[in-house]
């Protein structure tokens, strides 16, 4: 059984088919960096008005190579994210769902995430399976979940301020770095030494992140120093103070949950070269099994929206509200 999913939530206009096993058949991803670099962020109205031009080129090329007889499913991301990306993504997908009479399921863009390291591909292959903790790690979200199942996500921890990826967009615009900016300051971070001390919220106990310290503190640090000439220091010593505190919240999480031997790391920021390595180390060290999708599975694609979908389809256990939103669904995530 195969499924055609769209993800329009963000910036990233993405069509995948994917079947029941998580194998990914197709994935297009067409970015709008360059659009939105000029304003050192997203333009919602920009994003949208792209995500039109965009599907439709992106879906003329998943039909050159698939037909729709063979697609018995149609999902869509409808929550949370830009409310007029989203409905670029809404109404294109049902509007296909209308034409060729085929089943349609709105997805929650943080479930695809969660669900992301079941994807494999003919480059890439990783058995997974449930229970196991997962660390979403996005521009938007900084979520601890326990996942025990399908469906059964109970929320452990989350940022009660930025997000990690948003505190690394923001660093990057303060230190004159482009859109999108985690990729800057990974990249630019390799060039540089830990040399300057930003703060972890170390003491701060149980499994919540906060990120706005370490924000304030490199904004006032960035005052007294000369910018350009310590570029490539400032993000190294930048990223180790987030990844820090995202290893620490690691490491206490599995000695809150000693049952669980599998541990994701999903989402944007798990792009991260640095945080790539760390997790790497210490799944080791920890006899830990760890999930750390491929790069094109860690940022936002339909791949894992077509998976969430036809998972959800398949057991039954779906909403047919197709309705997109802003925000999350509270009966989205048992325990949020
Ligand atoms: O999951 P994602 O593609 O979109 C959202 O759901 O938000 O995550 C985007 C975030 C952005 O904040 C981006 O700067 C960050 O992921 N990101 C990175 C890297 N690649 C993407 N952050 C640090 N290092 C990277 N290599
Ligand atoms: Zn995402």
Avoid at 10 to 29: A, I, M, Y
Avoid at 60 to 74: G, R
Avoid at 268 to 283: E, I
């Amino acid at each position: 059984m195969k499924v055609l999913a769209v993800e329009t939530s963000c910036d990233d206009t993405c069509v995948s088919v994917v079947d029941e096993n998580g194998f990914v058949d197709l994935s297009l991803r067409q970015d709008q960096d360059e659009i939105h670099s000029p304003f050192g962020g997203i333009v919602p109205e920009r994003a949208s008005r792209n995500h039109s031009r965009h599907l439709l080129s992106l879906l003329d090329q998943a039909f050159n190579k698939i037909s729709i007889e063979e697609i018995s499913l149609l999902a869509f991301t409808s929550r949370p994210g830009l409310m007029g990306s989203l409905l670029v993504g809404s109404v294109t997908t049902r509007t296909l769902s209308e034409l060729y009479e085929k089943p349609v399921l709105g997805i929650n863009h943080i479930e695809g995430h969660i669900l992301s390291p079941f994807l494999w591909d003919k480059e890439y292959q990783k058995k997974w399976s449930f229970p196991y903790l997962a660390l979403v790690v996005s521009g938007g979200h900084t979520h601890l979940f326990e996942v025990q199942s399908l469906s059964k996500y109970i929320l452990i921890g989350k940022t009660l301020d930025d997000a990690a990826g948003e505190a690394f967009d923001k660093f990057a615009r303060f230190v004159g770095l482009p859109y999108p900016g985690g990729v800057y300051v990974d990249k630019t971070a390799q060039k540089g030494e830990c040399s300057f001390s930003f703060p972890v919220a170390m003491d701060r106990k149980g499994l919540d992140f906060s990120f706005s310290g370490l924000k304030t503190s490199a904004h006032l640090l960035l005052q007294k120093v000369d910018v350009k000439k310590h570029r490539e220091s400032l993000c190294a010593s930048f990223q180790d103070a987030v990844v820090r505190q995202i290893m620490n919240k690691l490491e206490e999480c599995i000695h809150l949950y000693p049952d669980y031997k599998r541990v994701a790391v999903v989402g944007g920021v798990s792009a991260n070269s640095y945080l790539r390595k760390k997790c790497t180390v210490w799944a080791e060290k920890n006899s830990i099994d760890l999930a750390l999708p491929p790069l094109r599975y860690c940022t936002d694609n339909a791949a894992m929206i077509g998976y969430t979908a036809i998972q959800k389809y398949l057991s039954g256990n779906f909403s047919k509200d197709l309705s997109c939103s802003a925000n999350h669904r509270a009966e989205d995530f048992i325990g949020i």
